[in-house]
């Protein structure tokens, strides 16, 4: 069975750096749009299309730039994955496909990229059930 160390054994590379301060930059635009519009709620002002479409916009954007890292180097998803997920999946993986362990690391992180593809899906549609009332 495969043990995985902590953080450091997925050193990340240049490009992934600068994909990862996109996504935090992308997470604290998320966090203050749905601040300020609880504030708005509460001062009874409407201002939801744009707010809306602004959380809506860094989450589309945060979860392709996951999804692009999960299918090419992926160290990045690794190193954001629950370590209790990540170990599970793991584990189910191998356990199923007799794979080794590079491989089936390779397959979990392809997991994350798969479900960050629902979650980009699932966003989208909740976009366009929000503006277009479908």
């Given amino acids: 069975m495969f043990v995985f160390k902590n953080r450091e054994a997925f050193p990340l590379t240049k490009n992934e750096k600068i994909i990862r301060g996109i996504l935090r930059i992308l997470l604290f635009t998320i966090v203050c749009t749905f601040l300020i519009a609880v504030l708005q709620q509460n001062q009874n002002e409407n ?11 860094a989450f ?51 997991f994350f990229g798969v479900l960050g593809c629902a979650y980009l899906i699932v966003i989208t549609w909740w976009e366009f059930n929000s503006f277009f009332g479908m």
């Fill in 60 to 110: 589309q954007l945060f979860f392709v730039l996951y999804i692009v890292n999960a299918f090419t180097t992926g160290n990045l998803v690794r190193r954001w994955a629950n370590d209790s997920i990540r170990i599970a999946v793991f584990n189910f993986i191998q356990e199923n496909l007799q794979t080794d362990d590079a491989k089936t690391s390779k397959l979990t992180t392809y």
């Fill in 47 to 57: 201002v939801d299309d744009l707010l809306v479409t602004i959380f809506i916009t």
